[in-house]
């Protein structure tokens, strides 16, 4: 039997989410990315997320220019049961008075959920350095993208040994430290072996293993 994931409520307000959930980013249409699933594949693993346990999808209708929405739209299940929360905090604070990091505290002092998207760094801390796949192919290319940090190639090596000493895939590694934050991870995926691969129940890290991956941490600007 297969695990079933945690739900936990989104800070709090009364909405229970799957954890991880699930990240549509990769469905949609070739045309738009040479990385995303077609429609009968997106299916399929809308499928297998479904059947998991995995009830919450994270979308916009910039994915595919909206072909995404369309294709979870199709999926009897999302397209009947699809809920949608949304909050905001205003303050008379410029945007610019809170750093990235004082916010993610302030959103868990004031009860606010905290989301995570690309928790992962777009697969590199999923794989060995210097592993090639079609999409970081497609970003290496792309000027804008950051290029890896020595610290971050580091952290990745110490990402990997710990996967290896406690026999983990590497992303659980990678997510089990995310879950220790209070944040909920929004994961991508292209198979149903990787959707599985994202449910870490029972996967925790020691304070000294969550220090040693966080120690050689450089911060860098907001990506967008």
Known sequence: MSIQPEY??????????????LGTMGMGDLEWNNWVLPEDKSIALL?????????????????????????????????TERRCASASYQEDLPRSALQELELIAYCHYKGIGVTAYAPLMDGHLARPIGTETTRSK????????????ESDLKIIQRV????????????????AWLLSKNSIPIVGANS??????????????????????????????VRF
């Open 192 to 221: 149903t072996e990787r959707l599985h691969e994202a449910i870490v129940v029972g996967k925790t890290l020691t304070n000294e293993e969550i220090k040693y991956l966080e120690e050689l941490y450089e911060h860098r600007p």
């Open 160 to 175: 990997q040994e710990l996967s290896e000493r406690k026999n983990w895939k590497m992303s659980q590694v990678a997510l």
């Open 8 to 21: 936990r409520r989104l800070g709090t307000s009364g909405l229970r989410v799957s954890v991880p959930i």
């Open 138 to 149: 497609k970003y290496s290319s792309i000027k804008s993208e950051k290029p890896r940090l």
């Open 47 to 79: 499928k297998a997320a479904w059947d998991a346990g995995i009830t919450t999808l994270d979308t916009a209708n910039m994915y595919s220019n909206g072909v995404s929405e369309s294709i979870i739209g199709k999926f009897p299940v999302f397209s």
